[in-house]
């Protein structure tokens, strides 16, 4: 009786097992029922088709490259599909752009430079990296003292829009002198001088696309140019923005000098009829409470005028 049980009990097993793997459906596929929920409307996943012609600062993009392409569709699909964080930085544009051209212009830096902010720190001040690099254009300390620009715990002007967009054109000027190529000074924007110059040095060819590099400035040219394509045609990459979405830039706010020792922010926001909250949504680069200022410098401050919170802008 006892195996008579046992083969009974094997029996229900197998039974059980049976009729698990049949609701997996034939061939190991779902059962209709497990995929039912799967909404009619879903968003498509799909390779885009690229441009034809692609140009970055006037240079031309080798499309007729197979590995070009296929690098240039890798970072389209990754910005396509980071939806999030590329409709936030979309947004952004109308609210950074503008202040960052005309400085860009004063510079001789070519217009599609901005690219290269937006995939830097996808337009927002406040961007620090795991290794540092802070503000707009993530600029390390080095970089940033290189061109003047002071760093601290309690200022730090890498996070201010202006001065951290002066010195990284005047980093992208000095590059583009030594190679004579914009893409060329894009990719040691991200690799340093030294780096590039020594690969050139190596592989005795002068151009971006032809030069083997490390794996993240390998991709890095492509980020940018992938920002370009879908600022330009949001719609053709899935980005249904109304002109309501875009951000304004900031526009109700006067700028006052403030100097002196021992600088108490808050004090400063309350002296000017705001908080020290809004101080720092329009000067990122102040980042503490209070500052000591012991060489005495004087700073221009933004403070928000009539209408700045109520229309954020």
Not at 38 to 44: D, L, Q
Not at 215 to 243: A, D, H, W
Request: with cysteine.
């Amino acid at each position: 009786m006892r195996k008579i049980a046992i083969l009974f009990a094997a029996a229900l097993s197998a039974g059980s097992v049976t009729t698990a793997c049949a609701q997996q459906g034939k061939g190991g596929r779902p059962a209709p029922a497990a995929v039912s929920e799967v909404p009619g409307e879903a968003s498509p996943i799909f390779v885009p088709d690229l441009p034809r012609g692609l140009t970055f600062a006037g240079e031309r993009v080798p499309l007729e490259y197979a590995e070009v392409r296929e690098a240039l569709e890798r970072e389209i699909t990754v910005t396509m599909f980071m939806q999030s964080r590329t409709l936030r930085t979309l947004r952004m544009t109308t609210r950074y752009f503008p202040v960052i051209e005309p400085i860009m212009k004063k510079y001789g830096i070519p217009e599609d430079f901005k690219y290269l902010c937006m995939a830097e720190s996808n337009l927002d001040p406040n961007t620090v990296s795991p290794v540092g690099a802070s503000g707009l254009w993530q600029l390390m300390k080095s970089a940033a003292k290189d061109y003047g620009v002071e760093t601290g715990d309690n200022v730090d002007l890498r996070f201010h829009v202006e001065q951290s967009t002066e010195a990284a054109c005047k980093y992208l000027r000095d590059a583009y002198k030594r190679y004579g190529s914009w893409t060329m000074a894009a990719a040691s924007y991200n690799a340093g001088l030294a780096g590039v110059s020594k690969r050139i040095a190596i592989q005795g060819v002068k151009s971006y696309y032809d030069l083997f590099l490390p794996e993240e400035t390998m991709r890095y040219v492509y980020r940018i140019l992938s920002c370009k394509l879908v600022v330009e045609n949001p719609q053709k990459y899935g980005f249904q923005l109304r002109r309501k979405d875009y951000l304004p830039a900031f526009e109700n706010y006067r700028r006052v000098k403030v100097g002196g020792q021992n600088i108490d922010w808050s004090a400063v926001a309350a002296k000017y009829e705001t908080n020290y909250k809004v101080l720092r949504i329009l000067n990122p680069w102040i980042r503490s409470y209070e500052y000591a200022n012991k060489a005495g410098t004087t700073y221009e401050v933004m403070i928000p005028t009539e209408g700045f919170r109520e229309h954020g802008k």
